[in-house]
């Protein structure tokens, strides 16, 4: 069984949260797979059984574009109604300290609009600094192993049907 994470990032926290999510996929034997939102095509998501899609928090605490990522904005509006049908989705988002339930929360609007069951919460990581380049804190152990028990609930409920 297959799954795509797809994500953008500016400064490498949220490619770190999708491989955490990826550890707790493939510790459930499935076959994870990181995307990068630009590089994401038809097919990565015809082959996959679970779609998680991930984004900085992106002005979320103004509530600003659903405090999306631009490429992952742009691929959410790509998705067509039905798109997903079938299919297991997931969230995460990763932010300084505010909005990231915004950004969760319009992926897992996108996902649902596309027919995708979302059977877990979405998961908000705190990492890096505001409105800038510079990388600053990782996420902490406490949150690494939430993103991990993520990966293993979208595994369980495939498993679940
Ligand atoms: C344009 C921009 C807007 C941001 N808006 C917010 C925000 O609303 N709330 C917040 O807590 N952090 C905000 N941040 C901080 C990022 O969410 C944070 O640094 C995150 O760790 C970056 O993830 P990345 O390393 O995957 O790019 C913003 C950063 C940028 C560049």
Do not use: W
């Not at 059977?119 to 939430?146: C, F, I, N, Q, T």
């Amino acid at each position: 069984m297959k799954a795509a994470i797809v994500y953008h990032t500016k400064t490498g926290h949220t490619e770190r949260a999708a491989e955490d999510i990826a550890a707790g996929l493939r510790d459930a034997g499935v076959d994870a797979q990181l995307i990068h939102a630009s590089d994401l095509d038809d097919g990565h998501l015809a082959d996959a059984a679970i779609v998680v899609v991930g984004s900085p928090c992106h002005a979320g605490s103004c509530r600003l574009r659903g405090g999306l990522s631009g490429p992952v904005r742009a691929l959410l509006k790509r998705l067509g109604k039905g798109s997903l049908a079938g299919k297991v989705g997931g969230a995460f988002a990763v932010n300084y300290a505010y909005g990231g339930h915004v950004t969760v929360g319009a992926i897992e609007k996108a996902l649902r609009g596309a027919g995708a069951r979302v059977p877990a919460p979405g998961v908000v990581v705190k990492a890096g600094v505001p409105l800038s380049l510079y990388e600053g804190p990782k996420a902490s152990p406490d949150a690494r192993e939430a993103l991990r028990q993520l990966g293993q609930a979208l595994a369980a409920a495939i498993e679940a049907g």
